[in-house]
């Protein structure tokens, strides 16, 4: 199984790193199951985060047809204007940021992520509000950082106020810490309890909340 966690111009260094070291982690715990590496639209390059001087290396090109598991993450800075990713902005706001992403390569590449089967395209905080501003994932449910709940809304998508979401191939996490629990819910699914189990205790981290998905009866009254 290989994993492509995705760098762009502004990413959250935290968004990345988190579900890359859980992920990582049960590659070795269960070897040969998994293969991680960070990608890019462009293909390999220097990709400069939204974090000062913090660079981190992609290795290789985003590639669908490659991929089984595709994990990517939003961005950091100032909060900026409200509006959303969709605005065109200018300077290091978060919408700004994520507009840019919007006018690179990404989009076409993730939508032929999520349009092939096999493969689980799952985000981390603002990296579903790329997938929305997109127009990915109209009509799906996901969940983001809580402030941009908004936003996927304004996109037609169903915002889960959830720490992290399983609607099938799409698997989306809320704030930035929600990458650990992720990457241990992506490895319980993918690869088994075990293995998430031996990675949770390693990293002394203990999920938190219940992953949502639509299953089951609706709560009334609530």
């Keep these: 199984m290989l994993c492509q966690i995705v760098l762009f111009?502004?990413?959250?260094?935290?968004?990345?790193?988190?579900?890359?070291?859980?992920?990582?982690?049960?590659?070795?715990?269960?070897?040969?199951?998994?293969r991680v590496e960070l990608v890019s639209a462009e293909g390999p390059r220097e990709v400069p985060s939204g974090s000062g001087l913090l660079t981190l290396r992609?290795?290789?090109?985003?590639?669908?047809?490659?991929?089984d598991l595709v994990v990517v993450p939003?961005?950091?800075?100032p909060?900026?204007?409200?509006?959303?990713?969709?605005?065109?902005?200018?300077?290091?706001?978060?919408?700004?940021?994520?507009?840019?992403?919007?006018?690179?390569?990404?989009?076409a590449l993730l939508g032929e992520a999520l349009g092939r089967p096999g493969t689980t395209v799952a985000?981390?905080?603002?990296?579903?509000?790329?997938?929305?501003?997109?127009?990915?994932?109209?009509?799906?449910?996901a969940t983001t950082n809580h402030l941009g709940l908004h936003l996927l809304e304004t996109a037609g998508v169903i915002a889960v106020g959830a720490r992290v979401v399983d609607d099938g191939d799409l698997v989306?996490?809320?704030?930035?810490?929600s990458g650990l629990d992720l990457g241990l819910y992506l490895l319980e699914r993918e690869i088994g309890p075990r293995i998430a189990h031996a990675v949770e205790q390693l990293f002394a981290h203990e999920r938190r909340g219940t992953v949502w998905r639509a299953a089951g009866p609706v709560p009334a009254g609530f």
């Design 123 to 141: 985000t981390v905080c603002g990296g579903s509000a790329i997938l929305a501003a997109a127009g990915l994932i109209a009509g799906r449910h």
């Design 172 to 177: 989306t996490g809320a704030g930035v810490t």
């Design 74 to 77: 939003g961005a950091v800075g």
């Design 79 to 107: 909060l900026g204007d409200p509006a959303g990713a969709g605005d065109a902005g200018s300077g290091d706001s978060v919408p700004a940021v994520l507009a840019r992403s919007l006018r690179t390569g990404l989009p």
């Design 58 to 67: 992609a290795t290789a090109a985003l590639d669908p047809r490659r991929a």
């Design 9 to 34: 111009d502004g990413f959250d260094p935290l968004d990345v790193i988190a579900p890359y070291e859980v992920l990582f982690a049960g590659g070795m715990a269960a070897p040969g199951t998994l």
